[in-house]
């Protein structure tokens, strides 16, 4: 399983680049993880857009989806040259069915429904979701295949629920969008700190901090994380390939 960082940012990319956002690859099937602002531009530095096979969104804030309509377009602009590729899956919760319905388009991308309750089957990966704590309704994401995983928290505050969903994963991408000081008031996201004792009480192999705030020393949140993890911690190297 290769993970390709795409994007680390929350809210709206900084300049020259992209929200929070991961290519997912194992044995040629592409699958990518939310299509926020920027993303599709960092993803054709490593495939071209109809090599996608998948995608999952994890909720539906703009951060999230704001590509997914370029997307669309650019498949039904192969489709008018001729070069039509299959239609592309979009994997999304029908909690926002206004929202879910937009992931449907001319029969170039398809919505589906996904749940907390039953896991899917996605090429190769077995994917199962945990509900998080956020102003909308989120899910977290697990791939699985051959023995490995990786979690995905997408955007939470703190929730216990996390622990188990996330334990022995040989590696976590978890937001971290707050310094300390605001903990308690944001709501809806983690602190380095969060996310490190997230990584340790579910016993990650590995913890990759993403979503990240524009403001402030980001090198503060990575400290904040490495107090309460004892494993290896980084913040999200765009353009890095995580394998497992």
Same mark, same amino acid.
């Given at each position: 399983?290769?993970? %390709?960082?795409?994007?680390?940012?929350?809210?709206?990319?900084?300049?020259?680049? @992209?929200?929070?956002?991961?290519?997912?690859?194992?044995?040629?099937?592409?699958?990518?993880?939310?299509?926020?602002?920027?993303?599709?531009?960092?993803?054709?530095?490593?495939?071209? !857009?109809?090599?996608?096979?998948? =995608? =999952?969104?994890?909720?539906?804030? @703009?951060?999230?989806?704001?590509?997914?309509?370029?997307?669309?377009?650019?498949?039904?602009?192969?489709?008018?040259?001729?070069?039509?590729?299959?239609?592309?899956?979009?994997?999304?919760?029908?909690?926002?069915?206004?929202?879910? @319905?937009?992931?449907?388009?001319?029969?170039?991308?398809?919505?589906?429904?996904?749940?907390?309750?039953?896991?899917?089957?996605?090429?190769?990966?077995?994917?199962?979701?945990?509900?998080?704590?956020?102003?909308?309704?989120?899910?977290?994401?697990?791939? %699985?295949?051959?023995?490995?995983?990786? =979690?995905?928290?997408?955007?939470?505050?703190?929730?216990? @629920?996390?622990?188990?969903?996330?334990?022995?994963?040989?590696? !976590?991408?978890?937001?971290?969008?707050?310094?300390?000081?605001?903990?308690?008031?944001?709501?809806?996201?983690?602190?380095?700190?969060?996310?490190?004792?997230?990584?340790?009480?579910?016993?990650?192999?590995?913890?990759?901090?993403?979503?990240?705030?524009?403001?402030?020393?980001?090198?503060?949140? !990575?400290?904040?994380?490495?107090?309460?993890?004892?494993?290896?911690?980084?913040?999200?190297? =765009?353009?890095?390939?995580?394998?497992?």
């Amino acid at each position: 399983m290769n993970i %390709t960082t795409l994007g680390i940012w929350g809210g709206y990319p900084k300049a020259n680049s @992209a929200t929070s956002s991961f290519l997912i690859e194992h044995d040629g099937f592409h699958c990518l993880i939310d299509c926020g602002s920027g993303v599709l531009a960092s993803l054709q530095n490593h495939i071209a !857009l109809d090599q996608l096979d998948a =995608v =999952v969104i994890s909720h539906y804030h @703009a951060d999230h989806i704001a590509d997914i309509g370029s997307l669309q377009y650019s498949r039904l602009i192969q489709y008018y040259l001729g070069q039509p590729s299959p239609t592309l899956p979009i994997y999304g919760h029908t909690r926002d069915e206004e929202q879910f @319905a937009k992931l449907s388009y001319k029969e170039q991308t398809e919505g589906v429904e996904i749940t907390a309750e039953q896991s899917v089957e996605i090429g190769p990966f077995t994917v199962t979701f945990c509900p998080t704590v956020h102003p909308v309704y989120c899910l977290a994401i697990k791939f %699985t295949v051959e023995g490995k995983s990786a =979690v995905f928290t997408a955007d939470t505050e703190w929730t216990d @629920a996390l622990i188990p969903f996330a334990q022995y994963a040989d590696i !976590l991408f978890s937001e971290a969008n707050l310094y300390e000081e605001h903990i308690g008031i944001s709501p809806g996201h983690l602190a380095g700190s969060q996310a490190g004792t997230l990584a340790q009480q579910a016993e990650v192999g590995q913890l990759i901090l993403t979503h990240l705030p524009h403001h402030g020393n980001i090198q503060d949140i !990575l400290n904040e994380a490495e107090k309460n993890f004892t494993g290896s911690v980084e913040i999200a190297d =765009v353009g890095k390939v995580y394998t497992l």
